[in-house]
């Protein structure tokens, strides 16, 4: 049932004889089979309710045309009971607020889940004692069916609670986000284009406020709920947050979409940070119900008209009128991917900066970027590609702020660039303190404070765009809510695939909603099964918190086994239990791999002498260790790359973080075979000594081997590293705010190198060229060819935070 064979390909799997006289089956072909698992329980049933739509348009007999649409919907309070009694989700659920505090001192409030927000306590004042919300998290998005032809769509609506962990709700795996319903996606033909599009607004919020009509009594009265703890509560599901992007939430919010649908603010006040005072459901029902209620032409054309001054569109009945506890406007939620990564970045500051610069020069600088194993390199450059992805565009922000410094002649545009990315940056954080709002906020004066440069430039006129209007309501949400990314559209994109995608390729294409709701219903039925059979085997773990933190993942590169290395370090500031290990194959990917080989293809021409010094180091620290001479006639068990596990660096982040470093040349035939085509040596950050300026320093790494028992037997053999130095982190005045470092030469005009154990390395960095010059480096050899670099913190959120 999971594998994705399609009805024909089941047929001819139960016919094979392997199968049918050897494993024996208690089904002989697909109708038998499927009969077996329609007898498995299920969760809440689908039904399909039939929508007319009367329009405007006369037929033949001088009657309003019609259209019939189908709407397939499911009960949410069902929906509700499931999630909250299953014993799958157990370990990441929670039944009421708490309030998070960093330090002992209590003055630093975390905000992290929906329990540890604002909103959750809000209500629970409002609510008998004893009561348990049930916050229900919607998110609505219409899809293509379709790939090479057609016009088959879906509108699928999700359904999530806040009381899961966000961690848990956005994996598609465990179920913890159901579909609701299919809203129907009419033609509307029956409808003159004037009244077209107002229509199909009509036609969604009459669609959801059936679909969400049971939550109404529920709402006000309660309901009792079997949770999977147990126990039995008195549990009342209330809206409490929409997940949309733009234009969905304006439809949501019965708003054009030239204005915000958060806030009342003016049409053409959206450029700055006006204050932006949130709208007000009673207010803006009254307005509608004024048009509702008018009898006369000039009342009605008079409260369309303060509908239109409002910024409210004349949706008669909006679907959350009813919901009791529920602020629509305050549960639209920030969308990261549409309004930070495709809107404000991509969609505007990439274009503006690349006006500010020389024609082709910001292709070049991609093109010349150092390459890192978590970054995508643009060998050709950002303007050719035509189809952008999320994920594209998050590698592009990686590297921008490194890209257009020193490439535009005002500084003004890296510094308004620079404080866009802290804001994006900071945004996407598993966990907010007061301070990291605060900054949140800070960012934003800087942008709009720097944000002229672009006018003098002629690039922009105005700033009136609503994505970047949206940012003035980001931290208010998060502090109401929990933090961002447990809302971001990303995760009912990718459900898109689970619930509605993966369903239609299964039917005949013929009445597909019918089948894609039966085959999703069969796919639930053994998802719990499945999760019975774990439960009624001790198999799930029992939980000893109310929220367990993320089990750390660990995946072999390329076939190859890893062991885990004791070397580990301790960071400042973290506690003791947390130490960055690291992982290297069990087996060296290179053995016996003579001197004088290393120093003609991995550039270290030191690596004796440097030895030496190490193994003098240990023998005065351990005096009883018995230590020999390097000889030139020395080989090395060499390893070509390592996994650090380096520990969380905020509050958030639940589990160690793998970064990968890798120390390869270019594949030698015959010398060194089973390497790449490209040389691979990455630059890391090393533990400086404890009274250091900085706490780190960066480190080209370009060996990775074991210490030879011919110079010295320890147990176990340590892993040790040779590293070529850069200087010191520099903190300048330069308007990217990021550190400086250079190359370390030695008299003989080559690289400092000094070996060091591989526990050193705290974690891996990335380099970006200063660009004083004209030089072009080829792909992957900007650290060769440049001398002067830029540290980049915006290479992840953990050496964002590190930095």
Not at 228 to 243: E, H, M, N, W
Not at 363 to 372: E, I, L, T
């Amino acid at each position: 049932m999971k594998s994705g064979l399609s009805q024909g390909k089941i047929d001819e799997l139960l016919r094979l004889k392997k199968i049918s006289h050897e494993v024996r089956p208690s089904f002989s072909n697909k109708y038998e089979f499927f009969k077996k698992i329609d007898v498995l329980p299920k969760g809440p049933r689908f039904w399909c309710e039939t929508v007319t739509i009367t329009g405007d348009i006369l037929d033949a007999q001088g009657q309003r045309m019609c259209e019939e649409v189908d709407l397939w919907l499911r009960d949410p309070v069902e929906c509700v009971r499931e999630l909250m009694g299953n014993v799958s989700l157990r370990a990441s659920m929670v039944y009421r607020p708490a309030r998070v505090y960093a330090g002992e001192d209590r003055e630093t409030r975390v905000f992290e889940e929906m329990w540890s927000a604002d909103w959750w306590w809000d209500i629970q004042n409002e609510l008998p004692k004893g009561a348990t919300i049930a916050p229900v998290i919607l998110a609505s998005d219409k899809t293509q069916l379709s790939t090479f032809g057609g016009d088959k769509t879906a509108y699928p609506v999700y359904l999530t609670l806040g009381n899961i962990a966000k961690r848990v709700r956005r994996q598609p795996s465990r179920r913890a986000t159901v579909l609701l319903g299919y809203l129907p996606v009419p033609t509307l033909s029956c409808c003159s284009a004037t009244t077209r599009q107002l229509k199909g607004y009509e036609v969604f919020h009459a669609c959801m406020a059936r679909l969400l009509l049971p939550m109404v009594q529920a709402g006000k009265t309660g309901i009792l709920i079997a949770c999977s703890d147990g126990k039995k509560r008195q549990v009342f599901p209330l809206l409490a947050a929409y997940c949309a992007d733009h234009p969905e939430q304006c439809l949501v919010a019965c708003c054009p979409e030239n204005r915000c649908p958060k806030g009342t603010i003016g049409r053409d006040e959206r450029g700055g940070l006006a204050q932006c005072w949130g709208r007000d459901v009673e207010a803006t029902l009254s307005a509608l119900e004024a048009v509702r209620i008018a009898r006369a032409s000039t009342e009605r054309r008079k409260a369309l008209d303060s509908l239109k001054v409002d910024g409210i569109r004349a949706v008669l009945r909006p679907f959350w009128a009813n919901l009791p506890h529920s602020d629509i406007f305050l549960s639209l939620m920030p969308d990261i991917l549409h309004q930070l990564h495709k809107g404000v970045f991509h969609a505007h500051l990439v274009k503006w900066c690349d006006k500010m610069m020389a024609p082709g020069e910001m292709d070049r600088r991609f093109m010349s970027m150092a390459s890192h194993p978590d970054l995508r390199h643009f060998s050709k450059g950002i303007t050719t590609i035509k189809q952008w992805t999320g994920k594209e565009q998050r590698a592009m922000e990686r590297v921008f702020i490194g890209a257009i410094a020193g490439g535009v002649n005002d500084q003004r545009v890296v510094v308004a660039a620079r404080a866009l990315l802290d804001f994006i940056y900071l945004a996407q954080l598993p966990a907010h303190t007061s301070q990291t709002l605060a900054q949140m906020d800070d960012s934003l004066r800087e942008f709009h404070k720097s944000k002229a440069v672009f006018v003098e430039n002629g690039v922009r006129s105005n700033f009136n765009i609503p994505k970047i209007h949206s940012l003035v309501h980001y931290t208010d949400a998060i502090a109401s809510h929990g933090a961002a990314d447990g809302y971001n559209t990303e995760y009912p994109e990718r459900f898109h695939i689970e619930y509605a995608k993966l369903g239609y390729r299964a039917s005949n294409k013929r009445e597909y909603e019918k089948q894609m709701v039966t085959w999703l219903e069969r796919q639930e039925a053994v998802d719990a099964f499945h999760s019975y059979i774990l439960w009624v085997t001790q198999a799930l773990p029992v939980p000893t918190e109310s929220v367990l933190m993320d089990g750390m993942e660990e995946e072999d590169e390329e076939g190859e086994e890893e062991d885990d290395r004791l070397e580990s370090i301790t960071l400042d500031g973290v506690s003791n239990h947390r130490r960055t290990t690291f992982r290297v194959a069990k087996k060296p990917g290179l053995i016996n791999v003579h001197l004088s080989i290393i120093q003609q293809y991995f550039g270290v021409q030191d690596l004796a002498s440097s030895l030496n010094v190490f193994m003098q180091k240990l023998a005065s620290a351990q005096p009883h260790l018995r230590v020999y001479p390097v000889s030139r006639h020395e080989s090395f068990n060499l390893f070509k790359r390592a996994t650090l596990l380096v520990p969380p660096p905020f509050h958030g982040f639940s589990c160690s973080w793998e970064d990968r470093v890798r120390a390869t040349p270019a594949k030698v035939p015959r010398i060194l075979p089973n390497l790449g085509m490209r040389p691979l040596f990455d630059t890391v950050l090393v533990k400086t000594p404890p009274r250091s300026t900085f706490r780190y320093r960066v480190a080209r790494l370009r060996l990775i081997f074991e210490l030879p028992s011919s110079v010295a037997v320890i147990d176990p053999q340590p892993i040790l590293a040779y590293v070529e130095w850069f200087t010191e982190l520099k903190a300048t005045r330069h308007p990217s705010r990021m550190f400086e470092v250079s190359k370390l030469i030695g008299r003989d005009g080559k690289p400092l190198g000094e070996a060091i154990p591989l526990s050193q390395v705290v974690r891996s960095c990335h380099l970006i060229p200063r660009w004083e010059d004209d030089l072009e480096a080829p792909i992957d050899a900007a650290l060769d060819t440049y001398c002067n670099f830029f540290v980049n913190d915006f290479l992840d959120c953990h050496c964002y935070l590190t930095l």
